[in-house]
C-alpha cells in the first residue's frame, strides 16, 4: 500500500498576527514556523500508525512550498515516512496548490491520499477535495477515525450535530482532524534519521490560479471589559437583556 | 446568467444557515442584476416556496432518495448539471459539513475560484472581492476571484438576513445521478440538541467547572436561553465533553450573538474560535485570565457562587 500525506506549512498556534507592506503580506518577523497541526497531528500520525500496523506500507510526504520549507519537512520526516517530496513554489491559490499535489500522487499512483482538515493560516479546507476532484476519486472530508478493511476504508466524519460512518474502496482521499490519533513528538532516533531520508525536489506544473489575496486586516479591537460585580451576578443579566439585547 | 445557492438540510429541514446563504446570494444577485436560484438535494419535508421570502426566484429539486446517501462525489456532479442550466457564474453554499465537502470538488470541476468562510458580501469596486477569515478567526483577508465562475461558502451567524415577501416557484430537477462510491453506513446525531455553529447563544465551559459532573450550570442555563454548549480544548481532552463541543482553533469556530464562557481562561486559541461573537461573557475567578481583555461583559468571581444566581435571574426573566 502507497500513502501520501500532504503536508503545509503554517504560522505557530500562539504567533503574533500582524500584517505587512500596506497589510498586504502576513509580518513574519519572530515568527515560528510549525508543520500545520491538522496534517501534522492527525494526517501523518495516522499514517504512521497504518504503517506500523503493516510495515510493507509505503508512506511519502509532499510539501508545495520554497526552501524555507525544509526544516517543517525534516521533522514529518523525523515522525515518519519514507520520503519527502518538495514541489518548489510559492503560492496561495488552492486550485494552483492542489494541481501541484494531484500530479505529484498521480505519478505516484496512491492508494491513499491524506490531507489535514484545513490550515491553520487561510481555512480554506479545500486542498483534499480538489486533488480528489482532479484525479476522479471520492474525498471524505474532516474524518476522526480511519481504520482498513479488506481494501476498503471504514472512516467516521464530522457532520453538524454528530457523525456518520462511511465506507469507500480505495484509493480516497481523506481530510483529517482532532481524533484521528494522537500527537506524536520525534524522538533522537527518528530525527538522526530523517538526515538521511530522501527529500526530493520537483518543479511545478504549469497551473492556472483562480484567485489572490488582496488586503488583510484585523478585528476591530473591543471597547474593553465593563465588569460587574460578584455579589450582584443579577446585574449582569439585567444588563445582557436591556443593554447588550442578548437575549 | 443567475447566482445559484446550494441548501443544505437535516433530516429533512433546510438548515438555518441555508437561509442565511440563500438570501446572501439573492443580494448578490440583486448587485449584479440577475436572479438566485436554489438547488435542494434528497427528500426535503418543508415548504420550499418560502424561500421566496429570502429573495429566491426558484427552487430546483432533485428528490431522488438516492441523494441522502452523502457521496460528495455524486452531488458535485449534480450540481455541475445544475449550474449549466441555469447558466450560474456564481455558486453560494452555507459553509457547512456538506460544503466543504462539495465545494472545492465544484471549484475544480467549474474552474471556479472558491472562497470559503466568507464574512461578508462580495465587493464589485475593483473586480470581485470577498472578504474571508483567515489566521482562525484571527484575521480577515479581502480575496479576489479572478476566474470568470466563482464559488462562495458563507460561515453561519456572518450575514444578517432581510426578510421581504415572494413565493418561490418549486421547479423538479431532471439530473443524471451517478453510483455512489461511498456509502453511508451510520447514523450518529444527537437530536434534540441546538447546532453549535448556527445557535445565537452558546453557553461554554472550561476547566474551571472541575469536573462534568458541574455542567449543570452550563447546561441549565443553555436550556433556559434556547443556547448550544461548547467547551475549551483541556475538557474535551480530558473527556468531560464530547468532542464535538470543542470550540477554538483546532475545534470549531463559531460566531454566535452571544457567547458566554464559564471557567475558561481564554488562551489565545481558544479566543481563535469565538472572537466573531457579537457579546463574549466571562465568568473568572482570576481577575487576570486573557479572556477578560476579549471581553464585553465579565464577572470576577467563583462560578459556583455566581452561576446559580445568574440562572435564577434569567429564570424570573423568562417567566416574566
Redesign the interface.
Known sequence: MKILVCISKT?D??AK?A?ADNNTKFATDGVQWIIN??DEWYALVRAIELKEADPSTILHLVNVGAVDCEPIIRKALALGGDEAIRINSENT???YI?SQIAAVAKEGAYDLIFTG?ET???????????V???LDL?????A?KFDLEAGNA?VV?????????????LPVVVSCQ??MAEQRIPNMKGIMGARSKPLKITEPIAA????????????PA??G??????EN??E??????EE?K?? | MSVLVFLDQADGHITKSSFEAANYASKIAEQSGTTAEAIVLGTVADDLSVLGNYGVKKVHTVSDPSLNNFDAQVITNVLAQAVAATGADVIVFSNSAAAKAVAPRLSVKLKAGLVSGAVALPDFSNGFVVKKTVFSGKAFAHIAVTSAKKIITLNPNSFTIEMGSGIAEIMPFAATIDTAKVTVTAVNKITGEVSLSEADIVISGGRGLKGPENWGLVTDLAKLLGAATACSRPVADIDWRPHHEHVGQTGLAIAPNLYFAIGISGAIQHLAGVNRSKVIVVINKDPEAPFFKAADYGIVGDAFEVMPKIIEAVKKLKQA
Open positions: 504560522p498556534t500562539t498576527i500584517f497541526p491538522y491559490d488552492s486550485f492542489a482538515k491553520i493560516d487561510y481555512n480554506g479546507s479545500s486542498i483534499g477535495g480538489m480528489a476532484e482532479l471520492p474525498y471524505i472530508s474532516h476522526f471504514l466524519r464530522e457532520i453538524e450535530g454528530g457523525e456518520e460512518t462511511n465506507k469507500v474502496a482532532k481524533g492556472d490560479s483562480l484567485t489572490t489575496v488582496g488586503s488583510f486586516d484585523l478585528p473591543k471597547a471589559v465593563k465588569l460587574v460585580s460578584p451576578p443579577e449582569l443579566v439585567r444588563l445582557l437583556h447588550a442578548a437575549f
